[in-house]
């Protein structure tokens, strides 16, 4: 009887320093899903990506290290791929049907539920600081165009002549796209394939519990009409909630906004009380793929658990946790 | 025994029966939540607002009763709200900090998950005709601010001089809160008490079982920056889905943006196995009032079942049904 109380009074013991264990320090970043099947890069080309995905794991890793936030990491990953030009968001962002770069981005505090976003800005060097002001320094969630130009302006952020946008690879996609719409009448015209590569993103986890989730991209080459896709919708493209979980999205957007696929696994982990992975899991393979939609998550969990889940042939991704996980891939040898 | 195997038998029967029931054709409709307390209005005012909410109703009943579809329900509903100056959608939507009226709209088929949104037009009569055209003629979901108009223009709807729009009434109140502003310094300065008013939206179950819901609006009363709020966005101020229910949303954008409040009501009842007038309160009256957040929503299930649930001082909402509830309200007595 006395071991049963002493196993007893020892389990609760194990339970309340489970509790109380801080959870690894986790950062997860992407750098968009696509048809990236092996010998779609040269080994050199897929060196530059590791490398970069590396660097921006590294930045964004040792914030949380210093006991930094969830979203200062968060947002060091992001500029760092933005400011490259390997991938569609800020430098190196696609082109739209008019031949100009207009970018999207959006953040979210899992703490509080703050969250900031911007539709179609043209000369804000990095999008995504400029979603983090609109959450911090207004009142208001998402500002598009000509607006959210404006407020950057009044806020002081770093702008860009449009030319600074461009690169020679996106330019050729474009006129590449141009050239197959030409060619083909059918809905599919407009989305040559490759067209999804890039959109950035990261969710990190800090020393403190809290989560954060960002995106930032160019959006869709060709896309038109002032064209709005799920990187800066709150729920779409990005949601982070210390509740469940923090989520950073990527692909065919219009998908991504009618499953509300970032909030739809966060809520899948509260009200269903499944594990990040399978709720990742649930909404690419089942839902996603039952409409036809292309793409990829990562997601992180407030206990640390991670998912980088695509349908789509290959996921620019990497992850690095205080638990001792380090991994950077490109094709799908690796998905969860 | 024999009797308990005839009950049991005759049980199975009304439960075959139950299940094979077509669920009551139903329409939901709301014209914005807010300081709606009674001596609000006039008497003649209240009868003007309860005339014109009973005519939306009717109208978009007898689409069900001929059993036409939940989306053109929805659509016609919510055309006839935004021709009324009555409310902050359309033809009386609020000025924004320039003294223009700048318009949101979004649409949702629960059968299909397509889902249609627009933000920031200024010259289409209505805009949840744009929204829908969006979802049926376009490979997007949404459209923002002059790419929106020209998709509008393509598609040959109507469009009205700006002036359209102007009501004495709203004017008044842009100038009164511009004035309320320079004699305030703190964040509430911009939002004077009633700013949240009249936002329209309609939710509907038709005869096939298909839910469908539409949101639109004039936004906030001295908005800036290209503000977007949760009425364009798909999960924040509209979701359907037949597999859970149909939302329309109406408040203070922001808080249902961080929210995705209509997204978290159907994925309580997806996931939780809530009722949907426990998923909308909790909704309501747990997470926004958590977050300081004012307004309100309706509520449809695919069963029929129906929640029109604030945390404002009113609503102006009505509700009919195949089961024949009928019932137009405006301030809190009714609140379900």
């Known amino acids: 009887m006395r071991s049963f109380f002493l196993g007893f009074a020892l389990s609760l013991l194990a339970g309340s320093v489970a509790l109380a264990q801080t959870p690894p320090a986790t950062i997860v970043i992407h750098g968009g899903a696509g048809a990236l099947a092996p010998g779609r890069y040269s080994p050199e080309e897929e060196a530059a990506y590791k490398a970069k995905l590396t660097e921006a794991l590294d930045i964004g890793y040792s914030v949380l ?3 930094g936030s969830a979203l200062d990491a968060v947002e060091a990953a992001i500029v760092l791929l933005e400011d490259s030009p390997l991938f569609n968001a800020g ?25 900031g976003a911007v539709a179609g800005v043209v000369k804000v060097k990095n999008p995504i600081r400029l979603a983090r002001a609109v959450m911090e320094n207004s009142e208001h969630v998402m500002f598009a165009r000509d607006g959210a130009e404006e407020f950057a302006k009044q806020q002081g952020l770093e702008t860009v002549k449009k030319k600074y946008f461009y690169t020679d690879k996106r330019w050729r996609a474009y006129k590449e796209a141009l050239q197959a719409e030409k060619q083909k009448s059918d809905k599919e015209s407009a989305m040559p394939a490759g067209f999804k590569y890039g959109t950035v993103g990261a969710v990190a986890l800090d ?14 080459t060709l896309k038109r009409y002032g064209r709005v896709g ?9 949601y982070a909630d210390n ?15 009618r499953l509300t696929i970032a909030r739809d696994i966060c809520a899948q982990v509260e009200y269903g009380g499944r594990s990040v992975e399978d709720a990742a899991n649930d909404v690419i393979h089942n839902r996603l793929d039952a409409l036809g939609g292309g793409g ?41």
């Open 91 to 115: 430098k190196g962002a696609v082109f739209t049907r008019e031949g100009k770069n207009e970018l999207d981005a959006s953040i979210m505090d899992g703490a509080s539920l703050n969250a």
């Open 296 to 336: 990829g998550v990562i997601a992180l969990g407030a206990d640390g658990s991670y998912a980088m889940v695509f349908n789509s042939k290959g996921m620019f991704r990497a992850v690095k946790s205080e638990s001792g996980v380090v991994e950077v891939a490109i094709y799908g040898e690796a998905a969860k």
């Open 243 to 257: 509740k469940s979980c923090a989520v950073s999205s990527t692909g065919h957007g219009e998908y991504f906004m």
């Open 230 to 238: 799920d990187s800066p919708i709150i729920g779409a493209g990005v």
């Open 207 to 220: 020393k403190n519990g809290n989560l954060a989730a960002g995106t930032s991209t160019g959006g869709m």
């Open 65 to 67: 290290e210093d006991g």
